[in-house]
């Protein structure tokens, strides 16, 4: 079986991938820059481990043996699914095989913009993180004693929730409904703007999230609250987020996603001292690409024998 993995390697994982050739599996490996190269192994290819770079239904059209398009993670809206539907390209995700990596990212994005550490690094770097002064007892603060607002409840807040308490935040979050079991305050979306120092996302992007937070969204949370996005930079209006930062009504962000990826180079984002960004990496892990190689092989195998496929979605 013939397997293209999108995706820049790095010599660890190229080293895990040769060993799997025992599984009949012979895998490919494209950088997601190199356009050419994608176009040439997708032909050949039986399926393909999508991770972020989109999947077209040009892609799709141009792939005729492709059976099977196995995302590396939980977000589908990269891939163009009605396509595949009509293709009979199966479509699978992995839930749950990065949620703690997200989660342990979330908490330390929630930490770097109340203490302002990418600022911070950098002042002290220029021999300037002594000069401060009194702007410091203004800005920075403690997770401990505020409350967490987690828009969403998967796996990743299940995790999460239990991270915060043991630091002393209170926790709420909204969904559909309540969930049974679920740790932390139920609230509606507009009570959890309301209530919460700390907004974090944990949505998946669709029509109806799309900038869930706008301008409007944005005047119902509190002044001087934190927006924390480790879901996917489309559920906020990245124009009425920055207004937001300029003007303190919300004190700080930390970004791990965007609604362009890679930004911008002109993205006002990237010149405030009150955001922390990263590159969409929360989920990038030894230990999740671990997981997740597990899933993907095991849905090979299961491809191969006519079995029913893991977490399929389409």
């Known amino acids: 079986m013939k397997v293209l993995f999108r995706y820049d390697c790095g010599a660890r994982l190229r080293a895990r991938l040769d060993v799997l050739a025992a599984e009949q599996l012979e895998i490919a490996i ?10 040439r192994h997708m032909a050949a290819a039986d399926v393909l481990w999508h991770v972020l770079k989109p999947v077209t239904a040009a892609h799709i059209a141009a792939a005729p043996r492709l059976k099977l398009i196995q995302k590396i993670g939980v977000g589908v809206n990269t891939i163009d699914v009605e396509a595949a539907r009509a293709r009979g390209v199966a479509v699978c995700n992995m839930p749950g095989t990065n949620s703690r990596a997200v989660a342990e990212m979330t908490l330390l994005l929630m930490l770097a913009a109340l203490r302002r550490l990418a600022a911070l690094d950098s002042a002290t770097r220029r021999g300037e993180g002594w000069a401060a002064g009194p702007r410091l007892q203004e800005e920075y603060g403690e997770l ?17 929730t239990p991270m915060l308490e043991a630091i002393g935040a209170r926790v709420l979050y909204s969904a559909r409904a309540p969930k049974p079991g679920a740790r932390g305050e139920f609230r509606t979306l507009t009570q959890l703007l309301a209530e919460a120092d700390i ?40 124009g009425d987020l920055i207004e937001a930062l300029i003007s303190g009504h919300i004190a700080a962000a930390g970004l791990d996603v965007f609604v362009r990826e890679p930004v911008a180079p002109d993205n006002a984002l990237l010149t405030m001292e009150n955001v922390v960004l990263a590159p969409h990496i929360a989920w990038l892990t030894p230990e999740t690409l671990e997981r997740s190689l597990g ?8 491809l191969a024998r006519g079995a029913e496929l893991l977490n399929r979605v389409a």
């Not at 505020?146 to 807040?157: E, F, N």
């Open 144 to 160: 401990g004693g505020r409350t967490v607002g987690l828009v969403g409840y998967g796996a990743v807040p299940a995790l999460l």
């Open 295 to 302: 899933v993907a092989v095991e849905n090979c195998k299961r």
């Open 199 to 238: 907004v974090s996302l944990h949505l998946p992007l669709t029509p109806e999230t799309a900038n869930l937070i706008d301008a409007k969204a944005i005047a119902r949370m509190k002044p001087g609250a934190i927006l924390v996005n480790t879901a996917r930079g489309g559920l906020v209006d990245e």
């Open 30 to 39: 494209c950088s997601e820059a190199d356009d050419d190269g994608y176009a």
